[in-house]
């Protein structure tokens, strides 16, 4: 059972570079979400989309943008990376509706240089 | 949202029963109780969910009080696999973002 799986697990930038996190779900969900989780904090929403073909800002929006490219995968982009970006990036998805559980992927750790 | 109140750490040891507490006091009729997990270097891990009545699942227990006001999530016999951090979040249906919420959540420790 595959469920959330995101890629790449680990990634290294430099300032100014670009570069778009992937995330992919099998089971069948309407929703999807970006995290991110810095140090010592609780997660954070950075974009989310309640269904395909929506997206929408999160807490956290500034620096990033999304694609919800079918039902099943929601890319996040970092268009010029800054060291303020380094954090762990989080996938969720789940069904429809805000008391439905989120699943989420293993996550992936961007150290921005 | 309403806020949740945890303890910072537990401490419990192997295959002994954990009580994670949380407190709600401001929960609304509508708020569902969630509860996650986060091991070492994962994302986080749906336990259980509950609105009124307790509920059982293969992971854990959701113990909630009559007033809905506290609850307690309860890991029958704890492993060295469930040392991991447990959020408690509320959940209320029809909020437009549907991002979870968490705050610091309970770090439990598993001692053999």
């Known amino acids: 059972n595959a469920g959330v799986t995101q890629t790449p697990k680990f990634q290294v930038l430099k300032t100014g570079q670009s570069m778009t996190l992937q995330c992919a779900q099998d089971m069948n969900h309407n929703s999807m979400y970006w995290y991110r989780q810095d140090p010592g904090m609780g997660l954070r929403l950075i974009y989310y989309?309640?269904?395909?073909?929506?997206?929408d800002k999160g807490e956290v929006p500034n620096g990033y943008n999304v694609s919800r490219l079918n039902k099943r995968e929601f890319s996040l982009r970092l268009e010029s990376a800054a060291p303020s970006q380094t954090s762990v990036y989080f996938c969720?998805?789940?069904?429809?509706?805000?008391?439905?559980?989120?699943?989420f992927g293993d996550g992936t750790r961007l150290s921005i240089l | 949202d309403a806020k949740t109140t945890q303890p910072n750490s537990m401490e419990s040891n192997e295959e002994e029963p954990v009580h994670l507490p949380c407190n709600h006091s401001t929960i609304s009729g509508t708020d569902y109780i969630h509860w996650y997990r986060q091991l070492p270097s994962q994302g986080p891990e749906y336990v259980i969910h509950g609105l009124t009545s307790n509920v059982n699942n293969r992971m854990a227990s959701l113990a909630i009080a009559e007033d809905r006001k506290s609850s307690t999530l309860i890991l029958h016999r704890a492993t060295l696999r469930d040392a991991a951090v447990y959020y408690c979040?509320?959940?209320?249906?029809?909020?437009?973002?549907?991002?979870?919420?968490f705050g610091k959540g309970t770090k439990l420790s598993v001692k053999p």
């Open positions: 989309s309640a269904s395909e073909g929506t997206t």
């Open positions: 969720a998805s789940s069904l429809r509706g805000t008391a439905q559980p989120q699943h």
């Open positions: 979040i509320l959940r209320r249906p029809g909020r437009s973002q549907g991002n979870l919420i």
